[in-house]
């Protein structure tokens, strides 16, 4: 609301400056040559300053917000991942994960976390999912990422986000080794991340329009003053 509310007052405000203007003082800016030149000195300063503090502004602000979202997804990760370990402990390898009892549990987790869950073989093949139907239509394939498999095979990552597109929807995927009391990694789980109520690149620009909103306001209101004075 305050955003339209500024694009509105600074259209009335051109309007205010520009008529008046026309109509009582046709050549204001050529009689008064150096009013003229302090305007545009004023005009172009603030305009580099402001280009200035929106950069710096959407920088930051998308920096806090992508650090914010990572905190998100390793705290789903890290907590699915607990509950599987839970009921894995057992396990002697991934072939224990092929039973009944066992895809219960997963469908247990999945409705608690709210989450789809797909279990790989440490080879990185599909074993298990909790929405089947995404590799039986072949929108993913039935192997893992690759990236995925080597930052937790190969450099023993206690989880891995990785960014995965399919046709034009691109989602975060969240990957993480399952161990069994052994401490041996029977298998691997993924879960996508797409909570759409965290929107932080729309949050970024809004603060930069608030910014640059307010910045403009202020240079109309001391152009108009200057003009009339």
């Known amino acids: 609301y305050f955003t339209s509310f500024s694009y509105l007052f600074i259209i009335l405000m051109l309007l205010a400056f520009i008529l008046p203007s026309r109509k009582n003082k046709p050549k204001l800016f050529r009689n ?17 300053i402001l280009a200035s503090m929106a950069i710096v ?10 650090k914010n979202m990572f905190n998100l997804m390793s705290s ?5 991942q607990g509950l599987l370990e839970d009921r894995t402990r057992y396990a002697k390898d991934w072939n224990d994960l092929m039973t009944q009892s066992f895809a219960s549990s ?13 279990i790989y073989s440490p080879g990185g093949k599909v074993i298990r999912s909790t929405a089947p ?3 039986e239509k072949l929108l993913i394939g039935s192997r893992i990422n690759h990236n995925m498999f080597y930052n937790i095979q190969n450099r023993n990552q206690r989880f891995y986000i990785n960014r995965e597109k399919i046709a034009d929807y691109r989602f975060w995927v969240l990957y993480a080794p399952l161990f069994n009391d052994a401490g041996d990694m029977i298998a691997i789980m993924s879960i996508p991340y797409t909570d759409r109520n965290y929107d932080f690149r729309s949050e970024a620009f809004f603060h930069a329009a608030l910014l640059i909103n307010l910045f403009i306001l202020l240079l109309l209101i001391s152009l108009f003053i200057s003009t009339r004075l």
């Open 32 to 48: 008064n040559y150096f009013r003229t030149r302090i305007n545009v000195i004023l005009f172009t300063s603030s305009f580099f």
């Open 57 to 66: 502004s959407i920088a930051f602000v998308y920096k806090r917000n992508e």
């Open 76 to 80: 789903k990760v890290s907590t699915v």
């Open 106 to 118: 997963l469908k247990e987790v999945s409705i608690a976390t709210k989450s789809d869950i797909t």
């Open 133 to 135: 139907e995404v590799f």
